[in-house]
């Protein structure tokens, strides 16, 4: 990743784990120093006394600025997309352009596929082992 989009999340990353810090203690200060005047007489003393005070703007603005911050540096940071058709795709490949340079269309095949089974390779193997094994039948 490049050093812009690095910087940039960095920056973004700081300034929402600062606003975030800045929030709480703006509630964990509004909270305790309210007045029990202005709490409502329907608080029992199980009850949490709710702030009686909204967020302040520098820090909702702080957030946001974070929050784009860190969407452009995810965004200048990605890599090149790969185009959605196939055919486009195998011919940079076959050409020698895309991620896997000259091997062309060997990396599906020989068995590097992950996550593809050949059924009838195991079930042929198996016969031949349950024939080694003296024909034995499996009930």
Request: aromatic share 6%; glycine share 10%; net charge positive.
């Amino acid at each position: 990743m490049p050093l812009l989009p690095k910087s940039l999340l960095t920056l973004g990353a700081l300034l929402l784990l600062h606003a975030c810090y800045s929030a709480h203690e703006h509630s964990s200060l509004s909270s305790s120093l309210a007045p029990a005047s202005l709490l409502p007489a329907s608080i029992t003393p199980t009850s949490k006394p709710q702030p009686t005070s909204s967020l302040p703007l520098d820090i909702a603005l702080e957030t946001l600025a974070a929050v784009l911050l860190i969407c452009v540096g995810l965004v200048l940071g990605v890599e090149e997309l790969r185009p959605i058709s196939w055919r486009v795709w195998a011919g940079k490949v076959q050409r020698g352009q895309g991620k896997n340079e000259g091997e062309g269309y060997t990396w599906l095949e020989g068995g590097r596929r992950k996550g593809f089974l050949d059924i009838r390779a195991q079930r042929r193997d198996f016969a031949e082992w349950v024939k080694g094994q003296g024909g034995a039948k499996l009930e």
